[in-house]
Structures are given as C-alpha cells and as structure tokens.
C-alpha cells in the first residue's frame, strides 16, 4: 500500500481564499483523523472519522473549517475563508479499527499551509 | 483524562553514545503508550508502543522503551546514537475511549 497520501504538500495563498485539503487513507483502515501541527501549539486533533461518519469535531477551531469524508477513500479539510493564523502543517491519518483499539496511527506527509 | 509531560524539549547527543528521551504521564485508566518520530518534512511515523504486554517494549531502528507503572514513566532509550535518528520524537498516551493525546515533543540532535 501507498500509504496515507496527502495533497497538496505545500499551499500558498491569499487570506481570505478558500483552501481545500485532501486525503486517502489506507486502503481498508476505517477510521480517519485531520491533525494540525504549529510551532506554538504543537499536534492538534481537528476531527475523527470512523466509518465515515464524524464522531468528534470539538478540535475544529471555528465555523471557517470544515471536513467531510464521502466515501471510505477520501476525505476533505476546508478552510474557507482562510486568514494568516491558519498557517500550519495539515496532516492526515488512519488506523484500522476504532480510535479506542489502541492500533497504530499512520501519518500521511502533511500538507504546509501558508497563508499571506 | 489522559496528559503527558515530555520532560525535554531538546537533547543533544554525540554519534555512539546512548540516548534518553524521558516522558511522563497521567491516566485514569490502564493506559496504551506510543512513542512516535518525526523526521524533518515528513508525517509521524510509529517507533513502538505499551498495551499492557510486556514492560519492556522494543521498537524500530534498536529503539526501546520500559513502561513503569509506579514511576507513571515510559522514557525512550537506545544504546548508540546514529546519525539518522536526529529528529522530533513524540510521546503518546491514549486508552479505552480516550483520545490520543500527544506530548510537545523532543527534538534529538546528533552530533559527529
């Protein structure tokens, strides 16, 4: 298997522009996490998927981001519109099983955003 | 509730010498532990981890780590720093229904 993949790796742009960031998990794991990494707050958990349904979203800082997973392949993290503070390392993870199994987590490469 | 302490933020190393990444933790119930690196540019990648096994874990790259219960402690070792093990290393707890709750991290420097 690939991997976590992640895309883009690297994002510029403007505030207030409408970021979109996308991620496949691995191919059967069914639960799925958006982290976000800053020097100042270190790794964040943004939200968790499991089976494709939102079980915990009370690490989305404000109503500006949003994620969705459609499908057991593909997830997405908005950000719209997006402002300076929102400059981070975006990652993506999935692990087999629930949050709860204690499984090992695997990391995508992150997406860096910057955001001017 | 779950928290952890990386007790150093830094550790700097000369190649051939052991290493020491200590980490503490909090948790209410019988927790699993992870440790985790991150490599410059990269996602965080799973050196070892405690499930109430063996206390002794060994991990990747002669990575290993001693869960002790009554020092609530699970502190990273290896023998021989290489190079290659320059990086961010983080400790992790979780267990039951509790999320995943990562320390601030260690960065380990490798000297020549």
């Known amino acids: 298997d690939a991997g976590v993949i992640q895309s883009p790796r690297h994002e510029v742009t403007e505030m207030g522009q409408e970021v979109t960031l996308r991620c496949k998990p691995i191919?059967?794991?069914?639960?799925l996490f958006w982290y976000r990494q800053t020097m100042m707050r270190g790794l964040e958990l943004l939200i968790y998927?499991?089976?494709?349904?939102?079980?915990?979203d009370s690490g989305m800082p404000e109503d500006r981001f949003s994620a969705k997973m459609p499908n057991a392949s593909f997830s997405t993290l908005k950000i719209q519109p997006s402002e300076p503070r929102d400059s981070a390392v975006y990652f993506c993870?999935?692990?087999?099983?629930?949050?709860?199994?204690?499984?090992?987590?695997?990391f995508g490469e992150g997406s860096r955003l910057t955001v001017l | 509730a779950q928290s952890v302490t990386q007790l150093d933020s830094h550790v700097s190393v000369s190649e051939g010498t052991p290493v020491l990444l200590r980490c503490n933790y909090s948790?209410?119930?019988?927790?699993?532990l992870f440790w985790y690196v991150q490599h410059p540019n990269k996602g965080l990648q799973l050196l070892l981890k405690?499930?109430?096994?063996?206390?002794l874990v060994k991990g990747i790259n002669g990575f290993e780590a001693e869960f002790k219960k009554s020092e609530t402690s699970f502190h990273l070792t290896k023998p021989s720093a290489h190079m290659s093990d320059a990086a961010e290393y983080f400790c992790v707890v979780g267990g039951g229904f509790q999320k995943l709750v990562f320390g601030t991290g260690t960065r380990l420097l490798v000297s020549p």
């Open positions: 405690y499930t109430s096994a063996a206390t």
């Open positions: 993870a999935s692990i087999l099983g629930p949050r709860e199994s204690g499984g090992e987590l695997f």
């Open positions: 948790s209410s119930y019988s927790p699993s």
């Open positions: 191919s059967g794991h069914n639960s």
């Open positions: 998927f499991n089976n494709n349904v939102p079980i915990d």
